[in-house]
């Protein structure tokens, strides 16, 4: 169950913890490197619109696969970025470093073969896996909340207590 939950769950953690010693990322940015973290899962759109509906309507051959891509990251981050006025350069990388810690997240998964998927496109190569775990396996997400919790809980002690950071 490493999916869109345990994504957006470990890029709060991450980004949280490292508000914590970076100026410049406030608990107003993590938010965005959360969003940034579901842009690999956009992929799980052709269940509800089949790739075959979308040709018809382009008018010529289209694939989700490129979406879960560090290309396709950056390409849907960059036009996610348009939308925003202020700051677009730190909105942009926490969307990139969301939408890749995403990506490694998935390549640590076990695949039949021992191999991620091309999630370095354009990079042609499939890394190995070191396959720590199995998609399906509940006490991946079970951990992620958990930590979670942990540090959301360290995270609301630390504003309540006078800080510099805040």
Same mark, same amino acid.
């Given at each position: 169950?490493?999916?869109?939950?345990?994504?957006?769950?470990?890029?709060?953690?991450?980004?949280?913890?490292?508000?914590?010693?970076?100026?410049?990322?406030?608990?107003?940015?993590?938010?965005?490197?959360?969003?940034?973290?579901?842009?690999?899962?956009?992929?799980?759109?052709?269940?509800?619109?089949?790739?075959?509906?979308?040709?018809?309507?382009?008018?010529?051959?289209?694939?989700?696969? $490129?979406?879960? /891509?560090?290309?396709? #990251? @950056? *390409?849907? =981050?960059?036009?996610?970025?348009?939308?925003?006025?202020?700051?677009?350069?730190?909105?942009?990388?926490?969307?990139?470093?969301?939408?890749?810690?995403?990506?490694?997240?998935?390549?640590?998964?076990?695949?039949?073969?021992?191999?991620?998927?091309?999630?370095?496109?354009?990079?042609?190569?499939?890394?190995?896996?070191?396959?720590?775990?199995?998609?399906?396996? $509940?006490?991946? /997400?079970?951990?992620? #909340? @958990? *930590?979670? =919790?942990?540090?959301?809980?360290?995270?609301?002690?630390?504003?309540?207590?006078?800080?510099?950071?805040?």
């Amino acid at each position: 169950m490493a999916e869109l939950l345990t994504h957006v769950l470990v890029a709060y953690v991450l980004l949280t913890v490292g508000s914590w010693q970076i100026d410049g990322l406030t608990p107003r940015w993590v938010p965005i490197g959360m969003a940034g973290a579901a842009i690999p899962d956009l992929v799980k759109v052709g269940i509800l619109v089949d790739e075959r509906t979308v040709e018809a309507l382009l008018g010529f051959p289209f694939s989700y696969g $490129p979406i879960s /891509t560090i290309g396709g #990251v @950056v *390409v849907i =981050a960059a036009g996610i970025t348009l939308c925003f006025t202020e700051d677009r350069p730190r909105v942009f990388g926490l969307l990139v470093a969301g939408g890749t810690l995403s990506l490694v997240l998935d390549g640590l998964r076990m695949y039949a073969d021992g191999q991620a998927s091309f999630w370095l496109y354009p990079i042609w190569w499939r890394p190995p896996t070191p396959s720590l775990y199995v998609t399906s396996d $509940p006490r991946v /997400t079970a951990v992620a #909340v @958990v *930590v979670a =919790a942990g540090v959301f809980l360290a995270d609301r002690d630390a504003s309540d207590a006078p800080s510099e950071r805040r």
